[in-house]
């Protein structure tokens, strides 16, 4: 079986046979069985990238939000979202509120398109006070007028932990650490039933591509307006926006630990993340090669759950 992408879409007419193929720019590297197939194209026409699974499309970037088309664009999303939560009939969304600005810009766009959105904070003990994201977060609340809540997941998150078990204890703080956003995710989507809501997803492409988030954690959503937005083009929204200087200005972290930051963890920046999304480089070439190798390592987040099935 042969699979094809015509040029009419924009891509170059290529014809793959179905192996365990990853293509990076220039590069064509075997994937371990383990992997699903994934192929990475150059979409020549828009100078964008573009993320294909064998019979599945995973992302494909075609736009590039910017200074001068942003009101369009966060026109189009919000009335996206719009009609997304109006087809399915529900009351409104929830959205996991962190103070970070890809959650904050979420809540803005929803809030732009009309619908009833309820913000939700979910510190760890006094976590957030510690980092300011409790601060951050009632300063959107109140600029904007959010309904919101808030609720403690400590003594939830304490008592799913499991005790060290040799030799299962290799990575116990990663392990403990994702609890958390697993946990937050079990609140919301609660919450939401109550209510007849979606659950708004936050996570943006920069993340997704290099797998920078938890699977059934802040990965696990109904629908979400950000999948498709490189970072700079979260903060371009957010600039549009109006969102507090504090939430665009400070650097990104997904909370999990005192002191955590993105980029930090990642060892690359989102700058550096976005130019590979959008050029197929980095311009480094060795972060190129730990680009690729999250990539490959993570694909499974972003990939259909495989079913047994005889063909």
Same mark, same amino acid.
């Given at each position: 079986?042969?699979?094809?992408?015509?040029?009419?879409?924009?891509?170059?007419?290529?014809?793959?046979?179905?192996?365990?193929?990853?293509?990076?720019?220039?590069?064509?590297?075997?994937?371990?069985? #383990?992997?699903?197939?994934?192929?990475? &194209?150059?979409?020549?026409?828009?100078?964008?990238? *573009?993320?294909? !699974?064998? +019979?599945? =499309?995973?992302?494909?970037?075609?736009?590039?939000?910017?200074?001068?088309?942003?009101?369009?664009?966060?026109?189009?999303?919000?009335?996206?979202?719009?009609?997304?939560?109006?087809?399915?009939?529900?009351?409104?969304?929830?959205?996991?509120?962190?103070?970070?600005?890809?959650?904050?810009?979420?809540?803005?766009?929803?809030?732009?398109?009309?619908?009833?959105?309820?913000?939700?904070?979910?510190?760890?003990?006094?976590?957030?006070?510690?980092?300011?994201?409790?601060?951050? #977060?009632?300063?959107?609340?109140?600029? &904007?007028?959010?309904?919101?809540?808030?609720?403690? *997941?400590?003594? !939830?998150? +304490?008592? =799913?932990?499991?005790?060290?078990?040799?030799?299962?204890?290799?990575n116990s703080e990663l392990s403990r650490a994702n609890i958390r956003p697993r946990v937050r995710m079990t609140y919301l989507y609660q919450f939401a039933q109550l209510g007849n809501r979606f659950v708004m997803g936050t996570g943006n492409l920069s993340e997704r591509t290099v797998g920078y988030f938890t699977k059934w954690g802040d990965g696990a959503c109904d629908l979400n307006p950000m999948a498709m937005l490189v970072k700079q083009e979260v903060y371009t929204l957010a600039r549009y926006l109006e969102l507090p200087a504090g939430i665009i200005t400070k650097k990104p972290s997904a909370g999990l630990w005192e002191g955590q930051t993105?980029?930090?963890?990642?060892?690359?920046?989102?700058?550096?993340?976005?130019?590979?999304?959008?050029?197929?480089?980095?311009?480094?070439?060795?972060?190129?090669?730990?680009?690729?190798?999250?990539?490959?390592?993570?694909?499974?987040?972003?990939?259909?759950?495989?079913?047994?099935?005889?063909?």
């Amino acid at each position: 079986m042969m699979y094809s992408f015509s040029a009419n879409q924009g891509i170059n007419k290529r014809f793959f046979t179905p192996q365990r193929y990853i293509f990076f720019p220039y590069k064509l590297k075997k994937l371990p069985d #383990s992997i699903p197939r994934l192929v990475f &194209f150059h979409h020549k026409s828009s100078n964008m990238c *573009i993320f294909v !699974a064998l +019979d599945n =499309l995973i992302f494909m970037k075609s736009f590039l939000i910017n200074e001068k088309n942003v009101a369009d664009y966060a026109e189009k999303i919000a009335a996206w979202i719009k009609e997304k939560v109006e087809q399915a009939h529900r009351k409104g969304v929830v959205l996991g509120m962190s103070g970070g600005v890809d959650c904050s810009v979420a809540a803005r766009l929803c809030q732009l398109a009309g619908v009833d959105v309820h913000l939700v904070l979910m510190p760890y003990g006094d976590d957030m006070k510690n980092i300011k994201s409790h601060d951050h #977060s009632m300063e959107l609340i109140e600029k &904007f007028n959010f309904p919101y809540h808030a609720f403690d *997941i400590k003594p !939830a998150v +304490d008592a =799913l932990i499991i005790p060290d078990v040799s030799p299962y204890s290799k990575n116990s703080e990663l392990s403990r650490a994702n609890i958390r956003p697993r946990v937050r995710m079990t609140y919301l989507y609660q919450f939401a039933q109550l209510g007849n809501r979606f659950v708004m997803g936050t996570g943006n492409l920069s993340e997704r591509t290099v797998g920078y988030f938890t699977k059934w954690g802040d990965g696990a959503c109904d629908l979400n307006p950000m999948a498709m937005l490189v970072k700079q083009e979260v903060y371009t929204l957010a600039r549009y926006l109006e969102l507090p200087a504090g939430i665009i200005t400070k650097k990104p972290s997904a909370g999990l630990w005192e002191g955590q930051t993105d980029e930090n963890e990642l060892g690359m920046s989102y700058a550096e993340i976005d130019a590979y999304i959008i050029s197929g480089t980095s311009g480094n070439p060795e972060t190129d090669r730990k680009l690729e190798e999250r990539i490959t390592m993570s694909a499974h987040k972003n990939a259909q759950i495989p079913f047994f099935e005889i063909k």
